[in-house]
């Protein structure tokens, strides 16, 4: 049979579980057919009523949808939307434009079925149209685009599944986020949008655009990836996202209505009108076309919806009729899709960009680099839940449908895919929330990781056999588990979420002084057992009472789990262990790292595989955090803004006491900086990277001085002001100090001006030598002098930075009444240039994805399975597992993606090609049919606006084409996502 022929197949195979309503489909005039008319040779002002609908901020996401805690801020979702609904009714010109579907969502499933009917109907003709779409309208410098795809597609399925194709956004709208990565831009355009808006721009950007009439543009967002297939049309709202001054008619604004009474003393309607004519007409001088667009609406806005349309109903009829004397200005209800048609229409051409919009500042010294770092502590949590919610969904498919319904009981996916959406929004992973609101955001990651290790549990019942009790140790970063601090004899299971195999460092808190561990062929495995470090004990606060640490590596198959034993050998007083002190050097087949014999401090790194060496010295400093009195734009940093009163940082310590481990399992160097900064330098046996495990807290502020910290690496790479770093975890982009490469930056802030979002690597390079960074969660940082990066860990506040929240960024807990004390992890590699990539993309997904340890008390059953793996062999190195979840009963989600970029490895980035039918050990492959990126449309039927670009149009190359449906070529950065109609084996 033609592979023509068993596509087709395959996809009427699989149409029905897309869920593609089409109810009265052939009656609908929504999205491009609804728009309104415009009048060519006029200035048309597209109007757009909309709402901005934080899913938390200054209160919890609970609170605004009830419009709870009004002492606050008064605000409530439920409203809004009931609001706008009735007056939508009440005018058939009317638009509303809305956003966060986790708003919308709750607000539905209220209704009753034939207010869901009318709902459907006002969706239908296009009055009420769905932008982004999302969960929740993500933030960009802080989020993994693995997250970011996720809850995209949270939102975009429940609106494909609710309304069909009219409930398919055309427009990403991004118009709070604080900055703009160039990787969502490249998610969007492979999602099918046709264009993209964004409010916040950097103030200098922003005023060069003007002038040159450039806030419309098309967007080039990767340099892998074929134009267009990441191309996207690109708009910089005028007002930010709210109305023009004077023009806010809801009940929280103070603008006077449209009193159109000739008869009464206080008749506006002339004033009115000339006011915003010259509104529009400037704001024509800096835009390309004869159309604009103009956001009549902000935060949570529209609870009285009729406030605003009977004053909007009045404006477009009072300006338009002042046409018949000769103005050439015509008002209509809009939406962003209808104005961007028009942009399409007048089939111009576009400035091109393809670097990206960080960092963001307002104003000369107002840089909104802060949060970058903000709650290091939430971030990392964020972090470690997206690897919890990959395992859960991986083993629900694996486990099959006993995983849902098992011996554990009932499990669920959902309740953490849920949180993990909301803690994507630009005020919650980002840290720009009040206290009270990230605490909510942490306590329903906690509950929805509790909800998934019973599906968790039940699934590894179902591929091991056993149905013993699984213990989850969520503390082991501090040496706390309960069962391995008593037990005698235990299993641990080590379920690794990556299509490769892995080998990974284990730590356990144990009592004992000696063990014995072995693996699932009952082969001897190499243990050690060191003291607990003093600053793992001042870390967990009597929650632990583990004196000792157990250290081995274990080994785990790609997509699967391997078992491993622990038995205590001996009981007692802790062991004597040797000690040394002031070490020059730790080392293992692959690393040498050296450290001054007179400071204790790192000096120097090698990678003794490629004869590399490079001056490495690394410190702990911290700025003054300006508290706005004492400078001149009276600016202090906060949650959002990071404004240091002091290009030159307080170095911590110049001088560290240290230890030293050696073992054949690890070597260590524990550094003591300050009583509130330590740091162990790791080097584990057969790794190619080096571990520096920092722990920063509580910051002292007795001194009065909010302190933002950050760890330093100081070398002699010859990096020439410039260095790298990832856009969400993807592409890598350039930065250059006090540059920007597509307009004129004249630098106010030598500091913040030059930080950048780390989501997962930053590395600094010359002809000979490339040392890369890879965290453990979104942080920022820079290269402020040439051969260094900075990297930015904690921060403690005293002043609010006067953007909104109004709360000083001053950590506290119940644990911790002092102040937050944090933990992370860097991971150092030092590589040649051409090969670096090959070392960190693996490192880096490794980071993000980290095997499941759970552990079972005694012994387990004779029959128990003790390895699986999910796949019948390991992907290649440039191939990643990015996504498998399941879809419904028959239907599972599975995306692959080539990790490497085009220039990045003569090895890994060349097109690899896969067998789906190949793939899976426990799953047969019936039928597949191809989505889009955020899997609400087929691949084949995506169609997108062409944008011409001015300059630097490179030819569309051949995409290449596939051997069969079942097997699938990926060229370097693509992501490729299928729908899979599997039945277990």
């Not at 128990?864 to 028959?890: K, N």
């Amino acid at each position: 049979m033609a592979a023509g022929a068993v596509g087709l197949i395959l996809l009427i195979f699989l149409s029905e579980s897309l869920s593609l309503p089409v109810g009265r489909q052939e009656e609908s005039v929504c999205g491009y057919q609804s728009c309104h008319a415009t009048k060519p040779g006029m200035l048309n002002v597209h109007l757009v009523p909309h709402t901005h609908d934080d899913v938390g901020w200054l209160k919890t996401v609970d609170q605004y949808f009830y419009g709870d805690r009004n002492d606050i801020q008064h605000a409530g979702v439920q409203y809004i939307l009931d609001s706008v609904v009735d007056q939508l009714l009440k005018n058939p010109d009317r638009r509303f434009i809305y956003v966060e579907t986790a708003f919308f969502y709750r607000w539905w499933s209220q209704q009753s079925s034939s207010m869901q009917e009318t709902v459907k109907q006002l969706v239908n003709e296009g009055r009420l149209e769905f932008v982004n779409g999302g969960w929740c309208m993500s933030d960009e410098a802080t989020t993994h685009y693995s997250a970011v795809i996720d809850q995209m597609t949270m939102g975009l399925r429940f609106l494909n599944e609710t309304f069909g194709p009219c409930g398919r956004p055309r427009v990403a709208w991004h118009i709070d986020p604080f900055g703009h990565a160039r990787e969502h831009a490249s998610m969007f355009a492979q999602m099918g949008y046709d264009g993209f808006f964004f409010g916040r721009v950097d103030y200098q950007d922003r005023r060069q655009r003007m002038l040159a009439k450039e806030q419309e543009l098309l967007w080039r967002a990767s340099d892998s990836l074929a134009p267009p297939l990441a191309d996207l049309f690109t708009g910089i709202l005028p007002n930010g996202y709210n109305p023009p001054d004077g023009f806010c008619w809801d009940q929280s604004c103070d603008d006077p209505p449209i009193r159109d009474d000739p008869k009464l003393e206080d008749y506006n309607v002339e004033d009115v009108v000339e006011r915003f004519l010259n509104i529009a007409n400037s704001q024509a001088l800096v835009y390309k076309t004869d159309h604009i667009i103009m956001t009549m609406g902000s935060d949570f806005q529209y609870e009285n919806a009729n406030l605003w349309y009977k004053n909007l109903d009045k404006l477009i009829h009072y300006v338009n009729a002042r046409q018949s004397n000769g103005s050439r200005v015509n008002l209509l209800y809009s939406t962003p899709s209808c104005y961007l048609q028009e942009l399409h229409r007048a089939n111009l051409s576009w400035v091109l960009k393809t670097d990206d919009f960080f960092p963001y500042a307002d104003d000369a010294h107002d840089f909104w680099t802060g949060y970058f770092s903000s709650r290091p502590a939430l971030k990392r949590y964020e972090r470690l839940s997206n690897s919890n919610l990959q395992t859960c969904n991986q083993l629900e498919v694996l486990g099959g449908p006993a995983s849902r319904r098992g011996h554990f009981g009932k499990g669920d996916s959902r309740t953490l895919k849920s949180a993990m959406a909301v803690a994507q929004h630009h005020d919650a992973v980002s840290g720009t929330e009040k206290q009270h609101v990230a605490n909510d955001y942490a306590r329903r990651l906690a509950n929805g990781w509790q909800h998934c290790q019973v599906l968790v549990s039940n699934s590894l019942a179902v591929l091991s056999g056993s149905t013993a009790e699984r213990v989850y140790c969520n503390d082991l970063n501090i040496s706390v588990c309960s069962l391995t601090e008593s037990s005698k004899k235990f299993s641990i299971n080590v379920f690794n979420p990556l299509a490769r195999p892995i080998t990974w460092p284990v730590r356990l808190p144990v009592n004992g002084t000696a063990y014995v561990v072995s693996d699932a062929q009952g082969k001897t495995v190499d243990c050690e057992v060191v003291p607990v470090s003093q600053a793992t004990r001042n870390v967990r606060r009597s929650r632990g009472f583990a004196v000792n640490e157990l250290l081995f590596q274990v080994q785990a198959p790609p997509l699967g789990f391997s078992t491993y034993f622990v038995s205590l050998l001996q009981d007692g007083s802790p062991p004597v262990f040797k000690w040394y002190r002031g070490p020059k050097s730790i080392w293992n087949k692959y690393l040498q790292v050296t450290f001054d014999p007179d400071t204790g401090l790192l000096s120097g790194l090698a990678n003794l595989e490629t004869k590399q060496n490079i001056r490495l010295a690394q410190n702990f400093y911290w700025y003054n955090a300006s508290d706005g009195n004492n400078t001149a734009s009276n600016q202090p940093s906060g949650a959002y803004i990071f404004r240091p009163n002091s290009s030159t940082p307080f170095v911590i310590s110049k001088t560290v006491k240290t230890e030293s481990i050696r073992t054949s399992v690890m070597q260590e160097v524990r550094q003591w900086f300050a009583p509130w900064v330590s740091q162990v330098v790791r080097l584990h046996a057969d790794s190619r990277v080096l571990e520096l495990e920092w722990t920063v807290g509580p910051i002292p502020i007795d001194d009065d001085l909010g302190k933002e910290v950050i760890t330093r690496l100081d070398t002699d790479i010859k990096s020439s002001g410039i260095f790298y770093t990832d856009s969400n975890g993807r592409e890598v982009l350039q930065r250059k100090k006090d540059f920007r490469p597509t307009w004129h930056l004249r630098q106010s802030e030598p500091i913040a001006g030059n930080y950048y979002p780390i989501n997962s690597r930053a590395f600094i390079k010359d002809d000979e030598d490339q040392l890369t960074v890879v965290t453990d969660r979104s942080q920022g940082g820079g290269s402020i002098q040439n051969g260094s990066l900075e990297i930015m860990l904690h921060r403690r506040l005293l002043y609010d930075d006067v953007r909104g929240v109004a709360e000083p960024l001053n950590e506290t807990s119940h644990i911790f009444p002092d102040g937050l004390v944090v933990r992370g992890r860097l991971l150092i590699s030092l590589d040649r240039p051409a090969t670096a990539a090959d070392t960190h993309r693996p490192v880096a997904q490794g980071m993000v994805l980290q095997p499941l340890l759970t552990f079972t008390e005694g012994d387990l059953h004779p029959n128990t399975r003790l390895e699986f793996s999910g796949l019948q062999a390991a992907l290649p190195p440039a191939v990643h597992l990015l996504t498998l979840s399941q879809w419904d009963e028959q239907l599972v989600l599975l995306r692959l993606e080539h990790q490497f970029q085009s220039w990045e490895s003569k090895v890994n980035s060349q097109p690899v090609t896969i067998n789906l039918q190949k793939l899976f050990s426990t799953l047969e492959v019936l039928g597949v049919s191809e989505l889009n990126l955020s899997a609400n449309q087929w691949k084949d039927e995506m169609t997108r606006f062409d944008w011409t670009p001015q300059t630097g149009e490179k030819p569309l190359k051949k995409k290449l084409e596939d051997a069969s449906p079942w097997e699938v070529t990926l060229t370097p950065m693509e992501i490729r996502t299928f729908l899979l109609r599997v039945d277990l084996r």
